[in-house]
C-alpha cells in the first residue's frame, strides 16, 4: 500500500508541473497550481507571504514528490508487512460495519477528486466547425469567437455549453459534457419545467404553455387551473417576453369581453404560436424534476444535485489539510511534553490552559470576517480551516503526553539511551510507533468534528466562505429558510448524517480493531 501510494503521489507530481507547463488543467492534479493562479490575483502582500503567494502551486508539487519519495523509501526499507499489523487490519475487514463504511467513503473520496469530470458546467470536449477544443481541461477561458462563432452577438462572452449542445444538436458539430452538467454554485437554473396535463388529473394551479422547453423562464401563456378546469386570469406574452395578452376565463370559457391585446397580427396566430403541451414552471427553489434535476434547485438556482457534490468536495479538501497540520503539532509538543516534563510541560500546559479558554466561536468570527474579502475569495476556505487547526491540536497533544509519560519509563527506551539514539529518533522512531492506536483511532473523530465546525460556521452563516465555496451548511441554512420546499432540507441533512454515520462507524471498527488490549508488541 505504501509503495503504491508512494508511486501515485510521485506521478501526481510529474503530471502536475508538466500540466502547468502546457497550460493545462487537470481533476485534483492540477489543484495546487489553481490555487496558485487565484492566489496571484489577490492584493500584494510582502516577504514570505507573497513569495508563498506566487509559488504554491510548486510547493505542493513539491510536497507531493517528497512524500511519494519518502513513502517509497519506506517501502523498500520496511521489508515485509508487520504480523501485528496484519491482524489489525484483518480484525478491521472482519468488523463489516466499519469496513463498508471505509469502502463507501473511500469511493466517495475518489469521485471528489474526479473533479469537473464529473459535476461542472464546462464543456469536456467541443467539436464545432471542423475543429476540436477541450474547455475545461485548459487553463484558457474558451469564448464563442474561439469556437468560430465569429457573428454572434455575445462572440466575446464565454459560451453556455449546455445551451451550445442543443444548438450543435442538428449541426455538424459535438459538445460532450461532465456527466453531471452543472456547477456546484454560480451556475443558476432561471426555471424548471415540468409536464402537465391538466384535465386529466383535476389539476389545481397555474400551467404554462412555453415557446422552447429549455428556457422556461421565457413563457408563452400561463392558465390558472381549479379542478382541471381554466379559471380567472390567464396571460401572454410575446418572444421578447413582453406581455401582449391578457383575458379572463369562466368555467373553462374564455370570455370576450376580458381580451386585452397588444401585439403584433392575429391574436388567433398568437394563441397557436407555441405547442399545446402546458407545463408546470417552478422559479428557484424549483420543484426536482426526475430525469434532469431530481432534487430540484435552491432558492439561488443552483441545482441541488451538484451543490452537494461540492459541498462533499469541500470536505475532503478542508480534512486533507485540517488533519495533517493538528496531527502534525499535536503529535509533537505532546511527545515533548511527556519525554522531557519539568518546566517545558508546565509552560506548555498553562499556554493550552489559556487556548482551550478563548471562546473559540468569538474568535474564528473576529478572524474571518477581519480578513479582506478579496483574500476570502482566493483561499477562503484555508483560512477557516487553519483557525480550526489553531485549535484542534489541543486535545491529541494531551492524549500524546499522557503516552509518551508512560512509555518513557519502559525498557526499550532505556535501551535506546543506551546506544545513543537522539532525542527526535527516540521520540518518531521508537515511542511514537508504540502509540499509533491512539492517532489511527482518532482521525475518523477528527473529521467529524471538523466537518461538524464547518457546517455549524456556514449554517449561522459566519465562516466568512464566499459564494463560490458550495457546502452543507449553506444547503442546510438554505433549505431552514425555505421550509415550502422540502427537498432541500431534506438532502442537506440526509448528506451530512450519512457522512458523519459512516465515519463514525469506521471510527469505531479502527478503534476496535486497533485496541491495545488485543495487539501490543510487549504481551
Given at each position: 500500500?505504501?509503495?503504491?501510494?508512494?508511486?501515485?503521489?510521485?506521478?501526481?507530481?510529474?503530471?502536475?508541473?508538466?500540466?502547468?507547463?502546457?497550460?493545462?488543467?487537470?481533476?485534483?492534479?492540477?489543484w495546487g497550481y489553481n490555487l496558485m493562479e487565484r492566489t496571484q490575483k489577490m492584493p500584494a502582500s510582502f516577504g514570505l507571504v507573497k513569495w508563498i503567494y506566487g509559488n504554491v502551486g510548486h510547493l505542493v508539487a513539491v510536497a507531493w514528490?517528497?512524500?511519494?519519495?519518502?513513502?517509497?523509501?519506506?517501502?523498500?526499507?520496511?521489508?515485509?508487512?508487520?504480523?501485528?499489523?496484519?491482524?489489525?487490519?484483518?480484525?478491521?475487514?472482519?468488523?463489516?460495519?466499519?469496513?463498508?463504511?471505509?469502502?463507501?467513503?473511500?469511493?466517495?473520496?475518489?469521485?471528489?477528486?474526479?473533479?469537473?469530470?464529473?459535476?461542472?458546467?464546462?464543456?469536456?470536449?467541443?467539436?464545432?466547425?471542423?475543429?476540436?477544443?477541450?474547455?475545461?481541461?485548459?487553463?484558457?477561458?474558451?469564448?464563442?469567437?474561439d469556437l468560430g462563432f465569429v457573428d454572434r452577438k455575445d462572440a466575446e462572452l464565454q459560451p453556455h455549453y449546455r445551451d451550445l449542445k442543443r444548438e450543435l444538436k442538428d449541426k455538424e458539430g459535438f459538445v460532450l459534457m461532465p456527466l453531471?452538467?452543472?456547477?456546484?454554485?454560480?451556475?443558476?437554473?432561471?426555471?424548471?419545467?415540468?409536464?402537465?396535463?391538466?384535465?386529466?388529473?383535476?389539476?389545481?394551479?397555474?400551467?404554462?404553455?412555453?415557446?422552447?422547453?429549455?428556457?422556461?423562464?421565457?413563457?408563452?401563456?400561463?392558465?390558472?387551473?381549479?379542478?382541471?378546469?381554466?379559471?380567472?386570469?390567464?396571460?401572454?406574452?410575446?418572444?421578447?417576453?413582453?406581455?401582449?395578452?391578457?383575458?379572463?376565463?369562466?368555467?373553462?370559457?374564455?370570455?370576450?369581453?376580458?381580451?386585452?391585446?397588444?401585439?403584433?397580427?392575429?391574436?388567433?396566430?398568437?394563441?397557436?404560436?407555441?405547442?399545446?403541451?402546458?407545463?408546470?414552471?417552478?422559479?428557484?427553489?424549483?420543484?426536482?424534476?426526475?430525469?434532469?434535476?431530481?432534487?430540484?434547485?435552491?432558492?439561488k438556482g443552483y441545482d441541488v444535485v451538484a451543490n452537494v457534490y461540492g459541498g462533499l468536495q469541500v470536505n475532503f479538501q478542508a480534512a486533507i489539510l485540517f488533519i495533517p497540520i493538528v496531527y502534525a503539532i499535536g503529535i509533537t509538543i505532546?511527545?515533548?511534553?511527556?519525554?522531557?516534563?519539568?518546566?517545558?510541560?508546565?509552560?506548555?500546559?498553562?499556554?493550552?490552559?489559556?487556548?482551550?479558554?478563548?471562546?473559540?466561536?468569538?474568535?474564528?468570527?473576529?478572524?474571518?470576517?477581519?480578513?479582506?474579502?478579496?483574500?476570502?475569495?482566493?483561499?477562503?476556505?484555508?483560512?477557516?480551516?487553519?483557525?480550526?487547526?489553531?485549535?484542534?491540536?489541543?486535545?491529541?497533544?494531551?492524549?500524546?503526553?499522557?503516552?509518551?509519560?508512560?512509555?518513557?519509563?519502559?525498557?526499550?527506551?532505556?535501551?535506546?539511551?543506551?546506544?545513543?539514539?537522539?532525542?527526535?529518533?527516540?521520540?518518531?522512531?521508537?515511542?511514537?510507533?508504540?502509540?499509533?492506536?491512539?492517532?489511527?483511532?482518532?482521525?475518523?473523530?477528527?473529521?467529524?468534528?471538523?466537518?461538524?465546525?464547518?457546517?455549524?460556521?456556514?449554517?449561522?452563516?459566519?465562516?466568512?466562505?464566499?459564494?463560490?465555496?458550495?457546502?452543507?451548511?449553506?444547503?442546510?441554512?438554505?433549505?431552514?429558510?425555505?421550509?415550502?420546499?422540502?427537498?432541500?432540507?431534506?438532502?442537506?441533512?440526509?448528506?451530512?448524517?450519512?457522512?458523519?454515520?459512516?465515519?463514525?462507524?469506521?471510527?469505531?471498527?479502527?478503534?476496535?480493531?486497533?485496541?491495545?488490549?488485543?495487539?501490543?508488541?510487549?504481551?
Open positions: 500500500m505504501r509503495r503504491f501510494l508512494g508511486i501515485t503521489l510521485l506521478v501526481f507530481s510529474i503530471l502536475s508541473v508538466v500540466a502547468w507547463k502546457l497550460g493545462l488543467n487537470l481533476p485534483t492534479i492540477s514528490g517528497l512524500l511519494g519519495i519518502w513513502l517509497l523509501v519506506g517501502a523498500l526499507a520496511s521489508g515485509g508487512p508487520n504480523p501485528i499489523t496484519e491482524r489489525k487490519v484483518k480484525r478491521f475487514k472482519a468488523i463489516k460495519r466499519g469496513y463498508y463504511s471505509f469502502l463507501i467513503l473511500l469511493g466517495l473520496g475518489l469521485l471528489a477528486g474526479l473533479d469537473f469530470l464529473v459535476v461542472g458546467q464546462e464543456a469536456l470536449v467541443v467539436k464545432s466547425n471542423g475543429k476540436w477544443h477541450f474547455p475545461a481541461f485548459t487553463t484558457y477561458k474558451e469564448k464563442y469567437i453531471w452538467g452543472y456547477g456546484p454554485t454560480l451556475d443558476g437554473i432561471d426555471a424548471l419545467a415540468k409536464e402537465v396535463d391538466p384535465k386529466s388529473v383535476n389539476y389545481d394551479g397555474l400551467a404554462t404553455r412555453l415557446y422552447d422547453v429549455h428556457k422556461p423562464s421565457e413563457p408563452h401563456i400561463r392558465y390558472l387551473y381549479r379542478k382541471g378546469i381554466r379559471q380567472f386570469e390567464v396571460q401572454g406574452w410575446d418572444r421578447e417576453n413582453e406581455r401582449v395578452f391578457k383575458g379572463w376565463y369562466q368555467d373553462g370559457v374564455l370570455q370576450k369581453d376580458s381580451i386585452e391585446w397588444s401585439g403584433e397580427g392575429e391574436l388567433e396566430d398568437f394563441l397557436n404560436a407555441s405547442p399545446v403541451q402546458e407545463y408546470d414552471v417552478s422559479y428557484p427553489p424549483s420543484k426536482p424534476k426526475f430525469w434532469s434535476n431530481p432534487l430540484g434547485t435552491n432558492s505532546g511527545l515533548l511534553m511527556g519525554f522531557f516534563g519539568g518546566w517545558f510541560d508546565l509552560i506548555v500546559q498553562r499556554l493550552i490552559e489559556v487556548l482551550s479558554n478563548i471562546p473559540f466561536l468569538f474568535l474564528v468570527i473576529i478572524v474571518t470576517q477581519s480578513i479582506s474579502a478579496k483574500y476570502m475569495e482566493g483561499v477562503g476556505l484555508y483560512v477557516v480551516v487553519l483557525v480550526l487547526a489553531a485549535f484542534g491540536w489541543m486535545s491529541m497533544t494531551n492524549l500524546m503526553r499522557t503516552a509518551a509519560l508512560k512509555e518513557k519509563a519502559r525498557d526499550y527506551i532505556a535501551a535506546s539511551r543506551v546506544i545513543g539514539a537522539g532525542v527526535p529518533r527516540i521520540l518518531f522512531k521508537h515511542l511514537m510507533p508504540n502509540t499509533i492506536a491512539i492517532l489511527v483511532t482518532l482521525v475518523p473523530f477528527s473529521i467529524s468534528t471538523l466537518i461538524l465546525s464547518l457546517t455549524a460556521l456556514d449554517y449561522l452563516g459566519l465562516s466568512g466562505l464566499p459564494e463560490r465555496y458550495a457546502t452543507w451548511g449553506k444547503l442546510l441554512k438554505d433549505g431552514i429558510g425555505q421550509l415550502s420546499s422540502p427537498w432541500i432540507v431534506t438532502t442537506a441533512f440526509v448528506c451530512l448524517v450519512t457522512f458523519l454515520v459512516l465515519i463514525t462507524f469506521v471510527g469505531e471498527a479502527i478503534r476496535e480493531a486497533f485496541d491495545p488490549k488485543k495487539h501490543t508488541y510487549y504481551r
